[in-house]
């Protein structure tokens, strides 16, 4: 499956962006979803992961409350939607998939594919 992330943006703290991340193929209901980022400096750190169905959904607590992903599969689609920015989540955001999508993944290496990044930005 190839990944295809978008939405990136500069916002002030405070503000929303919703991130989109299509993919190619007919099988993305079989992929569990994931989103990770990366600031200047650190490591890719863990934010979302959805099921295959996004019945189901993780979040790492410092996201928790203010991000919520959803997915369409008809669309071939998983969103981020981000709340309540602040500059601590500035950052590359990427879009992951992991095959067999029934479980929620927070390990990067687990999921075998990976979206180009988008820029996010939150200005103070």
């Known amino acids: 499956v190839q990944l295809q992330a978008s939405g990136g943006g500069l916002v002030q703290a405070g503000g929303s962006l919703r991130l989109s991340c299509a993919a190619s193929?007919?099988?993305?209901?079989?992929?569990?979803m994931g989103w990770f980022r990366q600031a200047p400096g650190k490591e890719r750190e863990f934010v979302a992961a959805a099921n295959w169905s996004g019945e189901r959904t993780y979040y790492a607590d410092s996201v928790k409350g203010r991000f919520t992903t959803s997915r369409d599969n008809a669309k071939n689609t998983v969103y981020l939607q981000m709340n309540s920015l602040k500059p601590e989540d500035t950052a590359v955001y990427y879009c992951a998939a992991v095959s067999g999508g029934t479980g929620l993944y927070t390990d990067r290496g687990k999921y075998a594919y990976w979206g180009q990044g988008t820029q996010v930005t939150v200005s103070s």
């Open positions: 193929g007919r099988t993305f209901s079989s992929y569990g």
